[in-house]
């Protein structure tokens, strides 16, 4: 018997370079015994010596990529069921990926499917806490049901670039330090933080969006599995939220037909939570927001930018392809010619709070390109809460809205760009508002009438000037 004593029994490469040694050496799938997880690591020798009798068959992608989802489930039958297949396939067997009904591929393909399913899971509920004393570093305890943190660990480094972060796991932890990715060791539930500021910060903001007419308990216990129910902030409000539904729905059948709430509310007299946690809160709570469906696909979320108190807010629609990437809001083409006309006005953007109704990009995928898509009246009222939050933060004196997403999001439904723009607004909250046409509607306005669209929008942006201080 030809035994194998993995190190990293989820890791790829390793696995294959045993397997291809194996393979060469003419070693059948019956003579192989792939050391269990209980050992790996432990072993000081290494695998008996092999003779290679043949060269090496090339593998597809598409099987590479099985290899690489099949090592990271739990099953301990796991090695020896890729090589069976790898060797079935160096027989011969040709198109048997294909073959669905077979069994070795059944199993191979169940296997895959729970450990994407672990994947999508890990994405969706860590949560990280704030470090005690640290105000610039989180820990997030998880427990997967696989072993997927290698796997995972590069999204959450793309998500969260500019935070310092570790994710712990009973088996392996994952950090990030700002620039390198590290892997090492497990760690015990008691080396994270279990509440932080942060807490409270998203508990009331779950507890807000929380809609009691669309709850489907069994659709939820679905996607949110109980077990990790431990470590989201938000599942200590789920039996509260969930018994009281009923009687809120009553209640909102009640109160109806009811005036429909077109403006963000005046700041109430009361501090919002928000404003406790501060804009670094806000951030993380943000970054973490998977209220709507757009966190998925989008690279990170794209918080608003600029002084806690600037007088100024400016309000966009959403972020575009460069913002998703860079993280930061009006950065791409609409960005440059935003900046480019507060240059003309002597208008310093550093002195403006830049933000957006949406915080995560909608786009298509066509070829190599995303295309921006508008976001969803579902989409909008999903980061409501967050502009809130943001403006409860910076109280600006002056709210300016870049298109119709914002201006509809911030001065009401009923409100027309076209025949309302460049106009001075109050809002609930005191604050003064227009709103004016978005930079990438000039970008894209035919080039006969560009440069009229182009002058009223510098001329709308000029009101900025005429604000008493
Ligand atoms: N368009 C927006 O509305 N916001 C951005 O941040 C970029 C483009």
């Not at 290679?52 to 290899?67: D, G, N």
């Not at 006309?341 to 786009?363: C, M, P, Q, S």
Request: aromatic letters at 8%.
């Amino acid at each position: 018997m030809h035994t194998v004593r993995l190190e990293l029994p989820w890791d790829a490469d390793e696995w294959r370079k045993h397997a291809r040694e194996a393979l060469c050496a003419g070693v059948v799938p019956e003579a192989i015994s792939w050391a269990g997880e209980a050992q790996s690591g432990l072993f000081s020798g290494g695998p008996n010596p092999l003779t290679p009798v043949r060269t090496a068959p090339r593998v597809s992608r598409e099987f590479l990529s099985l290899i690489e989802a099949v090592l990271c489930h739990r099953d301990p039958h796991r090695h020896g069921l890729l090589y069976r297949l790898l060797w079935r396939m160096a027989e011969g067997e040709g198109g048997l990926l294909e073959r669905a009904t077979d069994p070795d591929v059944h199993r191979a393909r169940e296997l895959e499917k729970s450990v994407r399913r672990d994947n999508h899971k890990m994405k969706a509920f860590v949560r990280f806490r704030e470090v005690p004393g640290d105000t610039d570093a989180f820990v997030a305890w998880f427990e997967p049901q696989h072993y997927i943190v290698d796997r995972v660990a590069p999204f959450f480094a793309r998500r969260f670039a500019g935070m310092r972060w570790a994710i712990l796991t009973p088996y392996r932890s994952a950090w990030w330090d700002g620039t390198r990715l590290g892997l090492g060791a497990g760690a015990n539930r008691d080396d994270a933080p279990t509440d932080d500021a942060n807490e409270g910060l998203w508990r009331v903001y779950y507890a807000n969006i929380f809609n009691p007419a669309r709850l489907n308990p069994r659709m939820m216990r679905q996607e949110m599995a109980q077990k990790y129910w431990k470590h989201l902030p938000e599942a200590h409000l789920l039996p509260d939220l969930i018994r009281t539904a009923g009687p809120r729905v009553q209640a909102m059948a009640e109160r109806m037909p009811q005036a429909p709430r077109r403006k963000i509310p005046a700041q109430p007299a009361q501090q919002p939570a928000a404003d406790h946690q501060g804009m670094p809160g806000l951030k993380l709570a943000v970054g973490q927001c998977r209220r709507c469906p757009l966190w998925e696909p989008a690279t990170q979320a794209v918080m608003g930018e600029g002084p806690d108190r600037a007088r100024i807010m400016v309000v966009g629609e959403q972020p575009g392809d460069e913002e998703d990437l860079t993280g930061r809001p009006f950065v791409g083409p609409a960005g440059k010619l935003f900046n480019r006309v507060l240059d003309a006005l002597g208008i310093d953007r550093e002195t403006l709070y830049i933000t957006n109704v949406v915080k995560h990009f909608n786009f298509q995928q066509r070829g190599k390109l995303r295309m921006h898509v508008n976001p969803l009246a579902r989409h909008v009222n999903a980061c409501r809460p967050w502009l809130k939050h943001e403006l409860a933060i910076v109280r600006p004196d002056v709210v300016v809205c870049l298109g119709a997403t914002a201006a509809r999001a911030v001065l009401g439904t009923r409100f027309r760009l076209t025949d309302e723009r460049g106009q001075w607004r109050t809002l609930s909250g005191g604050q003064r508002a227009f709103a004016t046409v978005h930079p990438a509607a000039v970008l894209r306005e035919p080039v006969a009438t560009r440069e009229a669209l182009l002058r009223g929008f510098e001329r709308d942006l000029a009101l900025l000037n005429d604000i008493p201080s």
